[in-house]
């Protein structure tokens, strides 16, 4: 292994390690830290931890397991990925991760740069955009579990970090790589060991990528691996076999817990030609809807490739939040799509499509699945996926706010064939 990737959630390490295969490394995504070796052709291996909305303390024990594992294996550079909308709190979790990543690496300085152009996410004077909105303008302002309210990740950072945080401008990055490697070098001996680097474009990606060649910790939006596959490529380290993926042939559902406003948009576009059933956080509570009475929805309309969502609008979210307590409410939905999907899986449907990345983490996690194989992208950030385990399905996990509105057919055509 030559790249160690740790990613705090289970549809963010798939869009890793999308980006990490298509830049020609043969990539593996790891379900939990493993307990045996990975095998001998992985040459990027993924961590999928569900690490993001957890306890700090947590968070940092599972990030440093990950890290001690890839390590093991071989790997050069620890890459730690996290959302390109810097899904946090002002208590962490990703300063704490990444500083305590820092220490048990010996780093100098770590990048921080949670950017992908081909989704909309820029940052610009250390403030993060998407499509154009600053992010606390974005809808990310309504996240129930990680309402983005600042736009300027230094100062989101400094809630959440013991040192200052450095900058490295646009200004600066537009001079490519050796300006970038220097101000790294000048935040280091600052004593800034956390820099947020300014990107706007895929070009700033490879330039800032190529000066981490000898990083021996990176940090970021899965846009920041752009540049990372070119620097072993450069040193002749890697084989060029790609990864094993292929398609399934059988029955299909989707499952969406997103409630994000690109999400709630894709429902409505596939449910005006599939069936739906819609979930609401009270009757999961009360006990009005079992994953029973789903799974006979489903599998009574199982050639239709129905839906099940919980998407609400965060008015509605907020509502049963208050009703029930947010950590009661997440925990309902994510253990109803979770046993819903074994009970699919079991029952043969064998291409699964999951909205929304805490929903993911609960499904992945239910189904016991060891590792996935990367297949083709269906959207900027979303891959179709092979899974390894006492399942062998078919998935795609995408982020509340990716892919186009039509993502839900594309993943199913991508995954296979009735």
């Known amino acids: 292994m030559l790249l160690g990737c740790i990613a705090d959630d289970f549809t963010g390490a798939s869009d890793l390690a999308n980006t990490l295969a298509k830049g020609g490394m043969a990539t593996m995504q790891f379900v939990g830290v493993p307990t045996e070796a990975a095998p001998a052709e992985c040459e990027a291996g993924v961590v999928a931890l569900k690490s993001r909305t957890i306890a700090v303390a947590d968070a940092i024990a599972q990030s440093l397991a990950a890290c001690e594992w890839l390590r093991a294996q071989g790997a050069r550079q620890i890459l730690f990925k996290y959302c390109s909308t810097f899904d946090s709190t002002k208590e962490g979790n990703i300063g704490p991760v990444a500083e305590a990543l820092i220490e048990r690496l010996g780093a100098d300085v770590a990048v921080v740069c949670p950017v992908f152009p081909a989704t909309g996410r820029t940052l610009f004077n250390g403030h993060l955009f998407v499509n154009g909105r600053l ?73 800032i990528g190529a000066a981490m060649a000898e990083a021996k910790l990176v940090t970021g939006g899965s846009g920041i691996a752009l540049g990372l596959p070119a620097n072993f490529q450069a040193a002749g380290l890697l084989s060029g076999r790609g990864t094993s993926f292929s398609q399934a042939t059988g029955p299909a559902a989707v499952l969406s817990g997103s409630c994000s406003a690109q999400s709630r948009a894709q429902v409505v576009a596939y449910t005006a030609r599939h069936p739906g059933l819609l979930v609401l956080p009270d009757e999961v509570i009360s006990g009005a809807m079992t994953t029973g009475k789903a799974f006979d929805h489903v599998m009574g309309r199982i050639g239709l490739a129905p839906m099940v969502y919980s998407s609400a609008d965060p008015d509605e979210v907020k509502a049963a939040q208050d009703r029930h307590g947010k950590a009661e409410v997440a925990e309902a939905i994510e253990g109803f799509f979770g046993e819903l999907a074994v009970m699919l899986a079991d029952a043969g449907v064998a291409r699964l499509v999951v909205g929304g990345g805490e929903t993911s983490g609960a499904v992945v996690t239910a189904l016991e699945v060891e590792r996935f194989h990367i297949g083709p992208e269906i959207d900027p950030g979303v891959p179709a996926l092979a899974a390894e385990g006492p399942r062998p399905i078919r998935l795609a996990l995408k982020s509340g706010n990716f892919g186009a509105i039509d993502f839900y057919d594309k993943a199913l055509a991508a995954l296979g064939a009735p």
């Open 135 to 207: 992010l606390n303008e974005s809808g990310m302002q309504n996240h129930p579990l990680t309402p983005m309210i600042d736009p300027d990740i230094r100062r989101w950072l400094a809630y959440q970090t013991k040192g200052e945080v450095g900058l490295v401008p646009y200004a600066t990055v537009r001079q490519g790589t050796a300006a970038i490697r220097a101000a790294l070098a000048a935040e280091a001996a600052a004593n800034r060991r956390l820099a947020v680097v300014d990107a706007v474009a895929d070009a700033d990606l490879n330039a």
